[in-house]
């Protein structure tokens, strides 16, 4: 496996030993990562390796089976409810869709934490408002509805609100999906120029290997409930592990098996041709 | 197939309790909503003024047929005078609470649920859990309590613009006497009349809130999620609403 140094960082979210369990299949088995403060770090591997379920661990929407999810330094079993939404208030999260509430317009969207948690006077509000979007370039959008948004747009107003709280983590799960090549090109570039201007830590999911390798500062593989591989994208591009090369080449097969399990093919053919 | 129905019983036990403990969560929620009342009007005007066309055709329509049906039965025994003080109890304690609440479930309720279900699934809740805000007391809480304060209001005004088609039957185009009319509905509706059908409306206003914004809230984040959801969640209010109305009834017999 390859091995990233971590010398001389401190971590933002650590886990340790980490089980996690759905219906008894097991999704994470022992799993052991740390996540640096103030790098773009990003989480790939294969569909239905857990990566979402990760990122659900990391901001206590769920809790592991076993193990330990520490994020700041906090072990997250020991908060209680009002001890996560507190945690939560210093993350930032930007959702698959965008998961923009559609009965608001642009504005009222990207205010909404500020008016939830804050007594801020309408006019500063505002300012704060079209700050966040004119960083993600959509001052100009401020009226729009949701509905009235293209997804690239969607997102990177998500994103004006992911950070209107200053958050020191932001988490993005699957920020490409469905986006066209400029829209996507704009988030990427957004991911890196957020995480270094505002001086956040930013954790990506994301099965955009070349894309993501492009910004992320460490990128872990994630497959069968384990870290397989770690390290900058250079190292994980230039890895010989059959599993790396099989993700990262987008090959069809490999130890990510193209076939569902099934039983034997002629025999199943035959036996449906005797059953006729 | 006795194993099945116990399944059932059992299934049907479990989902009530879940309910009753998500009513809970709702009642722990609603003194900071009041504080913030303008989130709660919001929801009146939604169930409430959005449903106000179809509740007041559905309640002169309703009322007309009373008045059709009640002169004929009332002529045989030549008391058409009465019509006026058996359209306003029959409207009054059973049918503008009943079919008010029905109609609430159709239009507000469904309304409700898949809004919700929709939220689930677009991940506008768990965004707005993220946001460190809880979407039981900022979307459900609101919501709910906008349907309780509607449902009264409406099953009122159902009562009062059947009374009206009624009238308009009975008096204008059947030729019963408009002061007999008024007069013995008057006289023969005592206010215990009056607050059977508020505490049915009130009744019916928190089962039929509770189960759309339970069932939305709940939803399989799925469209095929989201439209059982809906389903649910009418047939499970007419169900609810037609049993409160008995148990009601049965309470309020001298």
Request: aromatic share 6%; proline share 4%; with cysteine.
């Amino acid at each position: 496996m390859l091995c990233w140094e971590t010398v001389n960082e401190s971590a933002i979210v650590e886990i340790r030993d980490l089980h996690y369990a759905v219906n008894s299949r097991l999704i994470f088995a022992g799993l052991d990562l740390t996540i640096a403060r103030g790098r773009v770090t990003a989480f790939m591997g294969p569909s239905g390796t857990g990566k979402t379920t990760l990122l659900r661990l990391i901001t206590g929407q769920t809790a592991p089976t076993s193990g330990k999810v520490l994020v700041a330094g906090t072990d997250l079993a020991t908060l209680s409810r009002d001890g996560i939404y507190a945690l939560r208030q210093r993350m930032g999260m930007l959702f698959q869709n965008g998961a923009l509430l559609t009965d608001l317009d642009v504005f009222e969207n990207v205010a909404f934490p500020l008016r939830e948690h804050t007594r801020l006077p309408e006019r500063l509000i505002r300012d704060l408002v079209l700050t966040k979007l004119q960083a993600v370039g959509l001052r100009g959008a401020v009226l729009l509805m949701p509905g009235e948004l293209s997804g690239g747009m969607a997102r990177r107003v998500a994103l004006a609100r992911a950070i209107i709280m200053d958050p020191e983590i932001l988490i993005y799960d699957e920020p490409f999906v469905g986006l066209d090549p400029i829209s996507m090109g704009v988030i990427l570039r957004l991911i890196r120029r957020l995480n270094d201007a505002l001086g956040i830590t930013s954790i990506v999911v994301s099965h955009d290997v070349q894309e993501i390798c492009s910004v992320a500062d460490a990128v872990f593989l994630l497959s069968g409930g384990k870290v397989v591989a770690q390290g900058t994208p250079q190292q994980l591009q230039s890895s010989q592990s059959e599993i790396v090369r099989q993700f990262v080449g987008g090959l069809a097969d490999g130890p990510v098996p193209f076939h569902y399990p099934a039983g034997d093919y002629y025999t199943e053919l035959l036996a449906r041709d005797e059953a006729c | 197939m006795p194993g099945e129905l116990r399944n059932r019983l059992v299934t049907t036990l479990v989902e009530t309790g879940a309910m009753v403990r998500f009513l809970f969560r709702i009642l722990a929620g609603v003194p900071r909503a009041l504080l913030r009342f303008d989130l709660v009007v919001a929801q009146v005007y939604n169930a409430g003024a959005l449903s106000l066309v179809i509740i007041m055709l559905s309640g002169l329509f309703v009322g007309m047929v009373l008045g059709l049906q009640g002169f004929q039965l009332l002529q045989r025994f030549g008391s058409e005078e009465a019509l006026g003080i058996a359209a306003a109890i029959g409207l009054v304690k059973e049918l503008g609470p009943v079919v008010t609440a029905l109609l609430f479930a159709g239009r507000a309720g469904t309304a409700l649920a898949s809004e919700l279900g929709l939220m689930r699934a677009t991940d506008q809740l768990s965004a707005m859990e993220m946001m460190a805000v809880d979407p039981v007391q900022r979307v459900v809480v609101p919501r709910f309590l906008g349907g309780i304060i509607a449902m009264p209001l409406l099953a009122a005004i159902f009562s009062m613009i059947g009374i009206y088609g009624a009238q308009l039957v009975g008096v204008q185009f059947m030729g019963v006497d408009s002061g007999s009319f008024w007069s013995q509905m008057r006289s023969g509706v005592d206010l215990v009349d009056v607050t059977e059908g508020i505490v049915k409306s009130g009744a019916f206003g928190i089962a039929c809130s509770l189960i759309a914004v339970y069932e939305g809230y709940h939803a399989e984040p799925t469209a095929e999620g989201v439209g059982r959801a809906t389903t649910r969640t009418v047939v499970t209010s007419a169900v609810t609403t037609l049993f409160l109305d008995y148990l009601i009834t049965a309470m309020f017999l001298k």
